[in-house]
């Protein structure tokens, strides 16, 4: 059981270059996230999907677009990387019963945007 | 106020020591509660939950919420060096797949 798997793990960007990162969950869960996480700030929710076809914006949305391809994939895109988005990606999935939306994460993709 | 506070250390104890993780709350419709465990360059995993008040017990841990001060508390007892990583609490409502309240994580580090 891989759990939610993201992918790639680490990724160098010029400033303008745009790219996708991936994410993918085998826990049947209907709600997955992405966050960003940087030194002092905590995980900061960027954009999430409570159910397959819906997407929302969380605290810091802004110069990220999503796409919930399917039940089990939820990609975050970036279409023109700023060094200010230089960070680490975490994606999480929830919401599959049990105890109100324990989220799960992955291993988290380490972004460098020079 | 944020809706979630926690002091984000950087607390040092020796190994062997009771360690004492806190967060503080203002929204009174928080009912479910979470504590997870990062470890360097690693994704966050949960620890324990608890809903609404009480204590609960896993081996060395003790997640105990304190509802009408609105504060949690995680107990390591008898910590070990491998405790040494950043702990969050996150919390939730009843309703819905809304998102859960992160606080920003305290990190420890336990000393041999």
């Known amino acids: 059981n891989a759990g939610v798997t993201q992918t790639p793990k680490f990724q160098v960007l010029k400033t303008g270059q745009s790219m996708t990162l991936q994410c993918a969950q085998d826990?049947?869960?209907?709600?997955m996230y992405w966050y960003r996480q940087d030194p002092g700030m905590g995980l900061r929710l960027i954009y999430y999907s409570a159910s397959e076809g819906t997407t929302d914006k969380g605290e810091v949305p802004n110069g990220y677009n999503v796409s919930r391809l399917n039940k089990r994939e939820f990609s975050l895109r970036l279409e023109s990387a700023a060094p200010s988005q230089t960070s680490v990606y975490f994606c999480?999935?929830?919401?599959?019963?049990?105890?109100?939306?324990?989220?799960?994460f992955g291993a988290g993709t380490r972004l460098s945007v020079l | 106020q944020k809706e979630v506070e926690q002091d984000p250390g950087p607390l040092s104890v020796p190994e062997g020591a009771i360690v004492s993780l806190n967060c503080t709350y203002s929204?009174?419709?928080?009912?479910?509660f979470m504590w997870y465990r990062q470890y360097s360059r690693k994704g966050p995993e949960l620890l324990m939950y608890t809903y609404s008040s009480g204590n609960k017990e896993d081996g060395r841990f003790t997640a105990q919420v304190d509802k009408s001060s609105k504060y949690i508390s995680l107990f390591i007892r008898d910590s070990q060096p491998s405790d040494s990583a950043t702990y969050l609490c996150a919390m939730n409502t009843l309703s819905g797949n809304t998102p859960l309240v992160f606080g920003k994580g305290t990190r420890l580090s336990v000393i041999a």
């Open positions: 999480a999935s929830g919401g599959a019963g049990g105890p109100k939306n324990i989220q799960y």
């Open positions: 826990m049947n869960h209907n709600s």
């Open positions: 929204n009174s419709a928080f009912q479910y």
